[in-house]
């Protein structure tokens, strides 16, 4: 599972550098985000735009860099990864990695991380099974680097065949995906997240919606994956992707919503980011109403059922951590916590949805954690942000009560 994964490529320099290219479009196309290192012998052979292109972002050289220690930094490059691959990992950076060096980037970023690393081993056949390097290799087991190849074959230089070849790259992927299978903060937990408005008939060409465009909600929906979590999405009408490895249903009514909510239980945690419908119209038109006759027709409304407080309520099957949003346009940690105790769920987290704060369907959010422990001000950040921070809370949250 890459979907989301933060993978932090090391290109050193061997030939087999060409391949690495490629090997950013296999694990994007698996949905991971790559970020890339070059370090100084892989430019010869590949360069800084090429790698930076195929990122869409800059590619990484110099740990000296003014300007890059200013945007990320290496310390931050070390960490803000899920994993780091090596690829082509060679001679000369297995011996700095075995030896602790840390003169370059890449070599720094490699011993300040505490993330899990992947090297892909590309050398010649000599240089492979040279006692040195073999030492090397067996150190770095030892240190729980991991290694994908080499595997045998030709080499680049005519004539030279034996095992040093670089692994390929969807050996590689695969390599990766199995390393990062299983881990996250929420590995093993099962996440169901509402997202988007609802819309309640009043004609088969009419209905009732609101301005909700489901970016919060997909975004904890997109953060729950990329942090292991089984995910199931229940969305209304929104014009978003489906986020990558979540399933993903779609529903209209909130009705519906409520029916796919139950069937997607159990869940170990839920999250109601749906804006859903108060009311629907007590009687839904089987054909188009018509203008004319007596007038402008009178809507009856009848409420609906509340998704949130029916889970939050249940005596069996209620899922460990509920967590809903408050959509407020005044005195909105007053009424936040209000919603906190009448629908009997975990957490809130309060927004303020007047038009001014351009939260509804912004891309930005603004919110505050309510629960029994009090409230906790979130710093103004994208929905991605908010999203990243609520999966470590509820992953922190999970711990707590399992000890
Ligand atoms: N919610 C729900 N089902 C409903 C109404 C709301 O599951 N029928 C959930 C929302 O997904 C959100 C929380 O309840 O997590 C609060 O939604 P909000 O619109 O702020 O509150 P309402 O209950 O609709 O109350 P009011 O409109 O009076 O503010």
């Known amino acids: 599972m890459l979907a989301n994964r933060r993978i932090l490529l090391i290109i050193g320099g061997g030939i087999a550098a060409y391949k690495s290219l490629d090997l950013i479009r296999r694990l994007q196309e698996r949905g991971a985000r790559v970020r890339c290192i070059l370090t100084g012998a892989a430019q010869h052979f590949v360069t800084p735009l090429a790698a930076g292109a195929f990122c869409g972002e800059r590619a990484y050289t110099d740990l000296f860099d003014a300007q890059s220690e200013f945007d990320v930094g290496h310390i931050r490059l070390a960490r803000d990864t899920d994993l780091i691959v090596v690829a082509p990992a060679t001679a000369d950076l297995m011996a700095k990695m075995a030896g602790g060096n840390a003169a370059d980037l890449a070599t720094a970023v490699l011993l300040a991380t505490d993330k899990p690393i992947l090297i892909a081993p590309a050398m010649n056949p000599h240089m492979w099974a040279a006692k040195a390097t073999q030492r090397n290799l ?78 919060q909600g997909h975004a904890i929906a997109t953060a729950a994956a990329a942090a292991g979590a089984e995910v199931v999405l229940v969305s209304g009408s929104v014009s978003l992707p489906d986020p990558p490895g979540v399933s993903v249903v779609r529903v209209e009514t909130a009705q519906q919503m409520l029916e796919a909510v139950e069937n997607a239980l159990p869940a170990d945690v839920a999250v109601f980011a749906a804006a859903v419908a108060d009311w629907r119209p007590r009687q839904v038109s089987g054909g188009k109403i018509k203008k004319g006759g007596s007038g402008p027709p009178t809507l009856e409304l009848v409420e609906n059922p509340d998704i949130l407080a029916t889970i939050a309520h249940r005596k069996s099957g209620r899922p460990n951590l509920v967590i809903g949003f408050a959509a407020e346009t005044d005195d909105v940690l007053a009424h936040a916590q209000a919603k906190l105790k009448k629908k009997g769920c975990d957490w809130i987290l309060a927004n303020d949805v007047s038009p001014a704060t351009g939260i509804m369907g912004g891309d930005d959010n603004t919110v505050h954690l309510v629960s029994a422990a009090g409230v906790e001000a979130w710093p103004s950040q994208s929905k991605e942000s908010v999203a990243r921070m609520l999966v470590e809370r509820i992953g922190a949250q999970l711990r707590k009560k399992k000890r």
């Not at 080499?150 to 390393?179: K, L, Q, T």
């Not at 819309?199 to 060409?205: L, N, Q, R, T």
């Open 138 to 215: 067996a150190q770095l087991k030892t240190d729980g680097v991991r290694i994908v190849g080499p595997n045998s074959g030709e080499m680049a230089e005519r004539g030279e065949a034996g095992v040093g070849r670089m692994a390929e790259p969807n050996e590689i992927v695969a390599a990766a995906a199995a390393i990062l299978h299983g881990t996250g903060v929420l590995a093993g937990k099962r996440v169901l997240v509402t997202s988007g408005p609802t819309s309640e008939p009043i004609d088969p060409v009419r209905f009732i919606a609101n301005r909700s465009s489901g970016k």
